[in-house]
């Protein structure tokens, strides 16, 4: 039995003339729709200008995800013209004095009494901060207020307004500039609705991604808080290390983070959240990354010429144009409208010169490999450098011809723009991914035959360049050493059981006890090894490892993409490198991809705090439906290796 | 070619502005998408439609089933069974089971009867069966086709561990896991409750 994409029954004839029709639209939207001589030269306008309904234009059949920019599995948003609308960057969080915040002072305990307004805690939080014991000011110097709130919000001229929720009335929200040794204090306050237009659960636990947070202040999946709740969430912006291998330099330098974000972690909710706009930029420079590209490193200077961009796919309804999301879909959702910092395919202006990029990929399920593409010549290698995997620097740049993310993976590039001067460039994704099940074939498509994202038009004025050219090779970080002996190794397996229920080791996530405790302050080693058909990006909440063996590395084959294959070939390992030691792999991470039957292993030390904190599929629709585990952080840890 | 997407096409092409249909509310965007109102009959035999009786102003646990498995299906019904039970103790609000046969030509109503009193689910909880094409109209829409028609012909039960549970009247809406502890389960279907949206203290 065949059945179209109502569920109806059709003919094995039908079946696959919906399947042409899907190809037929594919070709048509990819032709961009919006000039009537490719309509001719399709066959879609008649002579009389009429449009000749091509077979299934209308259909619901199935249909990829592959390239193109529309109809994708059951998705099949309203056409909408690209480069229309200028690419956002959100605002700059402010703080406030301390007096200034809604409700009572902080504290150092949550704050259980009852709030006369809602009958509920005024906190939904349920521990001590744990960070004025150690010898951290509370409240913190710096103090914000941010609220979660369903706002209006534009993603395309063609579209209406989407009711999204936010944090201040934008998504991505606004960016928190941070900086270590300067402990900060936000008051996170749920004012979101409890009517949700179709997803979304008004219940949220904000998580810090990347960070080494005490657990109270994580962003647990199940530290969760209601509507008319705040949560005080102190993250003390101290480097790992400053209360155990490196107390005398307030921490180890070579573990400093960048470019970190934060996003809704509801436990199994986490996915309609994210995507209902809950994310945003939290960036944390130091003595080196400054911000300024005259001190330091010499990295282009911030906000001007350091730009945070979160990538993310969308489903929109054909009829109503507002966002949909796929609830009863556990596999994975792929969304044919790519949005950069909120708004579907924008345009960025640049000045001739080099910028720093944080990039983001916010998922909930699709895989990127992200191109510099430049459509008069689309096979033409754009390389570029690549200073970070994940929130932090890597010891050197490394020049790469693309970049892969898996969801929730980041990486920091400089493009020097100067040599593009009056150009139009764009940021292409060309990994191969057909659809929500599996992940990414492993395949590139040619230049100019993906997914382009963003319109990057190098027509700003010439100004002044102080930063380092990272062609000569500038020193970064070191790696911290993991050489000595793990305390033990952990093995997990990511797989799917026989009824479509996502496990690790065979089990189900629950918050409620700890699958395994870690000593504090103990190196472990961890192999993970991923299931027959699927991959999956593992993150690790509170500490950043470094991986010894299976690094995944570029997608692409020499068939495919044989112009950079031959010049980077040693960097197209996407089914794991060997060793973990060339190229952007020399580096810490917090999340890795595993790919069919990949095996990965890392080694990471679990220091200065103590806790719960989650493992788990960055894959938001796996996480949500319990491919995830607890592991707590403890004064004496157990010894299962296979918990 | 339906008017939608003939008005799509039209303004893609700039002839004229396109016009969106206003938004719907959450629980008919849900009703809209997943939930159509399909006759059917349960292990009692009184006929039923799927969203007016089964759905409407409820909070709702759903799962397919079939009568004589003798792998997964037993014993999430089992787990199932256990989760109403605590739920029974901790919360106020009533939750509606309901379990949707994949053998609808097998699974008569005396068969379903038979079945859920053999589990003791006899509270709250439907297992309904009817026309074949209605049952197989709702594994598609609830989501438990796989998207792969090839395996999807070969195992019909190959997403049945996800059991869907959900609040209907505020489109509250997610899957948890059949295998999982029961303890869990229970936990879980609360977050779609009013008070589960509250952090309570059971996570230690
Ligand atoms: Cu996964």
Not at chain 1, 80 to 101: D, E, F, G, N, Y
Not at chain 1, 316 to 321: E, I, L, R, S, V
Not at chain 1, 527 to 535: H, K, R, V, Y
Not at chain 2, 110 to 120: P, Q, W
Request: with cysteine.
């Amino acid at each position: 039995m065949y059945f179209n994409g109502r569920g109806e029954a059709v003919s094995r004839a039908r079946w696959k003339e919906m399947y042409q029709a899907f190809l037929n639209r594919q070709e048509l939207i990819k032709a961009g729709l919006t000039s009537r001589r490719d309509l001719l030269r399709m066959g879609l306008l008649g002579g009389a200008g009429m449009l000749i309904a091509k077979n299934g234009l209308s259909s619901w059949g199935g249909g990829n995800c592959r390239y193109g920019s529309t109809g994708c599995g059951t998705c099949a948003s309203p056409p909408t013209t690209p480069w229309t609308l200028p690419m956002p960057i959100p605002p700059v969080k402010q703080a406030i004095p301390v007096s200034s915040l809604t409700g009572p002072a902080p504290s150092i305990n949550p704050n259980t009494a009852i709030n006369p307004a809602t009958s509920l805690p005024y906190e939904g939080r349920t521990r001590a901060h744990q960070a004025p014991a150690l010898g951290f000011p509370f409240p913190a110097g710096v103090v914000y207020q941010v609220t979660q709130q369903q706002s209006q919000v534009r993603v395309s001229n063609e579209l209406p307004m989407q009711n999204l929720w936010t944090f201040d009335g934008v998504s991505p929200g606004p960016t928190y500039v941070a900086h270590y040794g300067t402990p900060v204090l936000v008051r996170n306050i749920n004012n979101l609705p409890v009517s949700n237009g179709g997803f979304g659960l008004n219940s949220v636990s904000t998580h810090l991604h990347n960070s080494h947070t005490p657990s109270e202040s994580d962003g647990f999946p199940c530290d969760f808080f209601a509507a008319g709740q705040y949560y005080d969430q102190y993250y003390p912006n101290a480097l790992a290390g400053f209360n155990s291998t490196h107390v005398a330099t307030h921490g180890d330098i070579n573990e400093s983070l960048s470019t970190l974000w934060y996003h809704d972690h509801r436990e199994n909710f986490t996915s309609q959240n994210v995507y209902k706009g809950l994310l945003g930029f939290y960036l944390l420079f130091n003595q080196f990354d400054t911000g300024d590209e005259t001190t330091g490193f010499r990295l282009p200077s911030f906000p001007n010429y350091d730009i945070p961009m979160a990538f993310a796919d969308r489903c929109f309804d054909a009829q109503t144009g507002m966002m949909v999301f796929d609830t009863f879909n556990t596999d994975g959702i792929l969304g044919d409208k790519f949005l950069v910092n909120g708004v579907i395919q924008p345009v960025l202006h640049v000045s001739p010169r080099r910028y720093r990029f944080r990039w983001l990929n916010t998922g909930p399920s699709r895989f990127l490999q992200v191109y510099l593409t430049d459509l008069t010549s689309p096979s033409t290698p754009q390389p570029f450098y690549q200073i970070s995997n994940d929130g932090n620097l890597l010891p050197h740049p490394v020049q790469v011809p693309a970049v892969a993310m898996g969801v929730a993976e980041r990486s920091d590039v400089i493009i020097d723009f100067s040599q593009y001067a009056g150009k139009t460039l764009y940021l292409e994704n060309r990994l191969d991914q057909p659809n929500g099940q599996g992940g990414p074939t492993g395949s590139v498509v040619a230049g100019g035959q993906g997914f382009l994202m963003l319109k990057i038009i190098v027509d700003g004025p010439v100004v002044a360049d102080n930063s380092i050219n990272p062609a000569t090779l500038p020193a970064y970080y070191a790696l911290p050493s993991v050489s000595a002996t793990p305390r033990l190794q952990r093995s997990f397996n990511f797989d799917q059981t026989r009824d479509g229920q996502w496990t690790i080791n065979g089990r189900l996530f629950s918050c409620a006890s700890p699958r395994f405790t870690i000593q504090q302050n103990s190196l472990e080693e961890w192999a993970f090894d991923g299931g027959f058909g699927w991959s999956h990006p593992i993150h690790v909440h509170f500490e950043e490892f470094q991986i010894t063996q299976g690094a995944p590395g570029l997608y692409g084959s020499s068939s495919d993409d044989p112009s950079n294959y031959s010049r980077w070939g040693s960097q197209y390992c996407w089914s794991g490198c060997s060793g973990g030691s060339s190229g952007v792999n020399v580096s810490r991470k917090d999340t890795v991809r595993v790919i069919p039957r990949g095996n990965v292993k890392m080694r990471m030390r679990f220091r200065d705090w103590l806790g719960r904190y989650p493992m788990h599929c960055h894959n938001v629709i796996h996480e949500d439906h319990a491919m995830m585990l607890r592991f707590d952080v403890a004064t004496t840890g157990d010894m299962n290796t296979r918990p | 070619m339906p008017e939608p997407l003939r008005r799509n096409l039209f303004a893609a092409l700039g002839l004229v502005p396109r016009t969106f249909a206003p938004p719907d509310s959450g629980r008919e965007v849900m009703r809209k998408r997943y939930f159509p109102n399909v006759p059917l009959v349960t292990h009692e035999g009184r006929p039923v439609r799927f969203y007016d009786d089964l759905l409407k102003d409820r909070i709702v646990v759903l799962n397919l089933m079939y009568a004589d498995c003798t792998t997964l299906c037993p014993m999430i019904t089992a787990n199932l069974v256990k989760a109403q039970k605590i739920l029974a103790s901790r919360v106020t609000q009533e939750v509606s089971f309901v379990s949707l046969t994949i053998k609808p030509l097998d699974d008569t109503p005396e068969k379903l009867r038979a079945y859920a009193s053999m589990h003791h689910a006899t509270t709250n909880w439907l297992f309904v069966t009817g026309q074949p094409g209605n049952l197989e109209l709702l594994r598609q829409k609830l989501g438990y086709a796989d998207a792969n028609p090839d395996k999807d012909r070969k195992d019909r039960a190959l997403h049945s561990g996800m059991v869907r549970y959900g609040n209907e009247p505020l489109s509250q809406w997610s899957s948890i896991q059949g295998s999982a502890d029961p303890e869990w389960i229970a936990e879980e279907i609360t977050y779609v409750m009013p008070t589960g949206a509250v952090r309570r203290t059971t996570v230690r």
